[in-house]
């Protein structure tokens, strides 16, 4: 009677915690049964995690565990609105020619597009990652042979393709920026595998909050170009007319 009733405590516990608010520093456990565990803090001791949720503790076993993830990362993020900006920005980035071109194609920021190319190859188009990535946009062989590139390393193929492997991927997920950089990343299968959530890899952590952070910055910085251009009565701005996904409201 008393396993059965410290049984009922932890699952209540660990009920409560799934609906508790959302702390500074929480994280998240996912769980085998794709529950995902809001947490304050986790120990692992042997084969099971002693747990400190927001109106207790607990344990698991440590089995029922697929991974933690940091909570600060995964409310959903949308692009924000295009804006028009100058001219001369075009001239900021390497192959700005061929992004604005494929930016236009797909409907996707071409700033998105210079920030994923910069975290994937740091625009080194013959780049080769150790899991056969290629390219500038680092396409798997797979990847690019389904969306028919016939030189991976040619930058105008490779970045028509991965624009439009990145619009599939935010039309798939809802516009949700963190689950298409996510399966840019990790693929698809491991962000479905995990319940829609950006899956708890240190290498996709970070690569969607490297890539977020580089696309805010150029958002930010389109922004004071553009409002110096219009204060001084600069070349008139260029509208890119990209938008992601095509959604209402966006």
Same mark, same amino acid.
């Given at each position: 009677m008393a396993r059965q009733a410290a049984v009922c405590c932890a699952a209540a516990l660990c009920a409560a915690a799934l609906i508790s608010p959302s702390s500074a520093r929480a994280e998240f456990l996912v /769980?085998?049964?794709?529950?995902?565990?809001?947490?304050?803090?986790?120990?692992?001791? $042997?084969? @099971?995690y002693h747990l400190q949720l927001a109106g207790g503790s607990a344990e698991i076993a440590a089995s029922e565990v697929m991974g933690v993830e940091p909570e600060e990362i995964f409310t959903a993020q949308r692009?924000?609105?295009?804006?028009?900006?100058?001219?001369?920005?075009k001239a900021q980035a390497p192959f700005r020619a061929l992004m604005e071109q494929s930016a236009a194609r797909y409907g996707v920021d071409p700033d998105l597009i210079a920030s994923i190319i910069a975290a994937e190859s740091k625009f080194n188009p013959n780049a080769v990652?150790?899991?056969?990535?290629?390219?500038?946009?680092?396409?798997?062989?797979?990847?690019?042979?389904? /969306?028919?590139?016939?030189?991976?390393?040619?930058?105008?193929?490779?970045?028509?393709? $991965?624009? @439009?492997?990145l619009r599939d991927l935010l039309v798939r997920y809802n516009n949700d920026l963190?689950?298409?950089?996510?399966?840019?990343?990790?693929?698809?299968?491991?962000?479905?595998?995990?319940?829609?959530?950006?899956?708890?890899?240190?290498?996709?952590?970070?690569?969607?909050?490297?890539?977020?952070?580089?696309?805010?910055?150029?958002k930010a910085n389109s922004r004071v170009t553009l409002a110096g251009a219009s204060s001084s009565s600069a070349a008139p701005a260029a509208n890119s007319g990209a938008r992601i996904a095509d959604t209402a409201g966006l």
């Open positions: /769980l085998r049964s794709g529950q995902r565990l809001h947490v304050t803090g986790y120990q692992l001791i $042997g084969d @099971r692009p924000p609105v295009v804006v028009p900006r100058v001219a001369a920005a990652s150790r899991r056969d990535a290629r390219g500038l946009m680092q396409l798997m062989p797979a990847t690019a042979a389904r /969306l028919g590139v016939r030189n991976v390393f040619d930058p105008r193929e490779n970045i028509d393709a $991965g624009t @439009r492997y963190s689950l298409a950089l996510a399966a840019y990343n990790a693929g698809p299968d491991k962000v479905e595998q995990y319940g829609r959530v950006v899956p708890p890899y240190r290498e996709t952590i970070s690569y969607v909050r490297r890539v977020q952070r580089s696309y805010a910055r150029a």
